[in-house]
């Protein structure tokens, strides 16, 4: 009788249990304002136990990081010495393709990013699950001006995007790595607007949309956003490098791979380019 | 031990379960495959305290979990509810708690959520859970709760001592 009882009881829970999930689910789904604004104040209410948590145990996860990822160090080290020893010797070419990159951005009439106005982020949270490989956490959130869709970068380019409504001191940015993304780009020195997206983990950018066949474009060129009008980037954002060419005879268009020139993986500062186009273009 | 320190046991049980993945176990990656805490806490709550707890338990942890992912609110607590639930009935009728079973029903469980959990998800318009890395998640993820399973069942008796007791 009690067996039954609790079985009764027990159904009756898990029924209530995945109503009220798939309820949430439905209300994420359409954005419900509410909900969002109950995640962000549980999520604000776990925080500085996270954050205690987060520096006590930093030390481990940097050990462990060591331990697991000594082998990828080692090959990581050879291959920058390698790139150290020839780097040394194009310096003076090097030098050069930097003046002609500023130049060039001058003569296209591209804005330098310090010039609008940023905020500066620590990275809280990269994946905290196996599936969310493309995107980190920020302390930074609505209270410091950040909104959805705002570029983030770091000294080497861009990073990805802020992604959905941030919570008050905190918010998620969507890595260019995720296949995803797409972004508006540029190969400095043409004049075609293209459309370039996220390869996956560990892998180049792609471009497969707007570049003309007959467009001049040389492995070795750089992207750089190309923000055109109403574009969530601004203009002159470098993105990468090309590193392979490749041509689509019928549709007559270019398909670029792009190394992308700011690293995404072990961010630990990133900067929100608290850009509107609305506002600022 | 009254009934309510023993949920008050399990909540900070699960808290601390939520913070220790959010700050250490995210970090402590092989192949680039984390501990899947919060989904071993459900599973080892259906084996330890059965169906209902295990269901509670899955929707809690869930839903900690699902403020911190990119993924639809509301998805993991899903999936993990009936995981607790589904693990709870299966050890009520068949496993009967031997612990040697109980571990290898947390790690065969793990792999089965994560393949439940990436396909429900790209059903319901998520990316990139169904991919080819899919399987190395599953399966570095399930050796990992494999170790874990013991201190977890572990921790779940001591939550709920005195209402294991009155029930068996």
Same mark, same amino acid.
């Given at each position: 009788?009690?067996?039954?009882?609790?079985?009764?009881?027990?159904?009756?829970?898990?029924?209530?249990?995945?109503?009220?999930?798939?309820? #949430?689910?439905?209300?994420?789904?359409?954005?419900?304002? %509410?909900?969002?604004? !109950?995640?962000?104040?549980?999520?604000?209410?776990?925080s500085p136990l996270r954050s205690?948590?987060?520096?006590?145990?930093?030390? @481990?996860?940097?050990?462990?990081?060591?331990?697991?990822?000594?082998?990828?160090?080692?090959?990581?080290?050879?291959?920058?010495?390698?790139?150290?020893?020839?780097?040394?010797?194009?310096?003076?070419?090097?030098?050069?393709?930097?003046?002609?990159?500023?130049? #060039?951005?001058?003569?296209?009439?591209? %804005?330098?990013?310090?010039?609008?106005?940023?905020?500066?982020?620590?990275? =809280?949270?990269?994946?905290? /699950?196996?599936?969310?490989?493309?995107?980190?956490?920020?302390?930074?959130?609505?209270?410091?001006?950040?909104?959805?869709?705002?570029? =983030?970068?770091?000294?080497?380019?861009?990073?990805?995007?802020?992604?959905?409504?941030?919570?008050?001191?905190?918010?998620?940015?969507?890595?260019? !790595?995720?296949?995803?993304?797409? @972004?508006? =780009? #540029?190969?400095? /020195?043409?004049?075609?607007?293209?459309?370039?997206?996220g390869g996956g983990h560990g892998?180049?950018?792609?471009? +497969?949309?707007?570049?003309?066949?007959? +467009?001049?474009?040389?492995?070795?060129?750089? @992207?750089? +956003?190309?923000? @055109?009008?109403?574009?969530?980037?601004?203009?002159?954002? %470098?993105? /990468?490098?090309?590193?392979?060419?490749?041509?689509?005879?019928?549709?007559?268009?270019?398909?670029?791979?792009?190394?992308?020139?700011?690293? +995404?993986?072990?961010?630990?500062?990133? !900067?929100?380019?608290?850009?509107?186009?609305?506002?600022?273009? | 031990?009254?009934?309510?320190?023993?949920?008050?046991?399990?909540?900070?049980?699960?808290?601390?379960?939520?913070?220790?993945?959010?700050?250490?176990?995210?970090?402590?990656?092989?192949?680039?495959?984390?501990?899947?805490?919060?989904?071993?806490?459900?599973?080892?709550?259906?084996?330890?305290?059965?169906?209902?707890?295990?269901?509670?338990?899955?929707? *809690?942890?869930?839903?900690?979990?699902?403020?911190?992912?990119?993924?639809?609110?509301?998805?993991?607590?899903?999936?993990?509810?009936?995981?607790?639930?589904?693990?709870?009935?299966?050890?009520?009728?068949?496993?009967?708690?031997?612990?040697?079973?109980?571990?290898?029903?947390?790690?065969?469980?793990?792999?089965?959520?994560?393949?439940?959990? *990436?396909?429900?998800?790209?059903?319901?318009?998520?990316?990139?859970?169904?991919?080819?890395?899919?399987?190395?998640?599953?399966?570095?993820?399930?050796?990992?709760?494999?170790?874990?399973?013991?201190?977890?069942?572990?921790?779940?008796?001591?939550?709920?001592?005195?209402?294991?007791?009155?029930?068996?």
């Open positions: 009788m009690a067996t039954g009882t609790r079985t009764g009881r027990s159904r009756f829970t898990l029924i209530f249990l995945l109503l009220t999930s798939a309820t #949430l689910l439905t209300l994420d789904a359409r954005d419900f304002e %509410p909900l969002q604004r !109950t995640e962000e104040t549980l999520s604000d209410l776990i205690g948590a987060d520096r006590v145990f930093e030390p @481990v996860g940097d050990a462990w990081a060591g331990v697991t990822g000594y082998d990828e160090l080692e090959s990581e080290n050879e291959a920058l010495r390698q790139e150290l020893q020839k780097l040394e010797g194009q310096q003076i070419l090097d030098s050069d393709a930097a003046i002609r990159l500023e130049s #060039l951005l001058d003569v296209l009439g591209l %804005p330098y990013v310090q010039d609008i106005p940023n905020v500066v982020g620590e990275v =809280v949270t990269a994946n905290v /699950g196996n599936f969310d490989r493309y995107s980190v956490q920020i302390n930074r959130g609505a209270e410091d001006g950040i909104r959805n869709g705002m570029p =983030v970068v770091t000294r080497g380019g861009l990073i990805g995007r802020i992604d959905g409504d941030p919570g008050r001191g905190h918010s998620r940015v969507t890595l260019l !790595t995720d296949p995803s993304f797409e @972004v508006g =780009v #540029l190969v400095v /020195g043409t004049e075609d607007v293209a459309l370039a997206s892998e180049p950018l792609m471009v +497969t949309k707007g570049l003309e066949i007959d +467009t001049e474009v040389a492995i070795g060129d750089e @992207v750089v +956003t190309s923000g @055109v009008d109403r574009s969530r980037y601004p203009p002159g954002i %470098p993105i /990468g490098t090309v590193t392979d060419i490749d041509f689509d005879e019928a549709r007559l268009l270019q398909l670029l791979t792009v190394e992308p020139s700011a690293n +995404t993986d072990s961010l630990s500062f990133v !900067t929100v380019l608290l850009y509107d186009p609305l506002e600022d273009g | 031990m009254t009934t309510a320190s023993a949920y008050v046991r399990s909540g900070l049980f699960l808290l601390t379960a939520l913070v220790l993945h959010l700050a250490l176990f995210s970090d402590l990656r092989v192949l680039g495959v984390a501990p899947e805490v919060p989904l071993a806490i459900a599973v080892t709550a259906g084996l330890v305290g059965g169906p209902e707890r295990g269901a509670i338990a899955g929707f *809690a942890i869930g839903l900690g979990i699902d403020l911190y992912l990119p993924t639809l609110f509301g998805l993991s607590a899903l999936i993990y509810t009936v995981w607790g639930y589904t693990v709870g009935l299966l050890e009520e009728r068949i496993f009967r708690s031997a612990w040697w079973i109980n571990v290898l029903v947390t790690a065969a469980a793990t792999a089965g959520g994560l393949l439940v959990y *990436a396909v429900l998800g790209e059903l319901l318009g998520e990316v990139n859970l169904y991919t080819d890395r899919l399987y190395t998640v599953m399966g570095v993820a399930a050796a990992y709760n494999l170790v874990l399973s013991l201190p977890l069942l572990g921790l779940w008796h001591w939550s709920w001592p005195r209402l294991l007791g009155e029930e068996r």
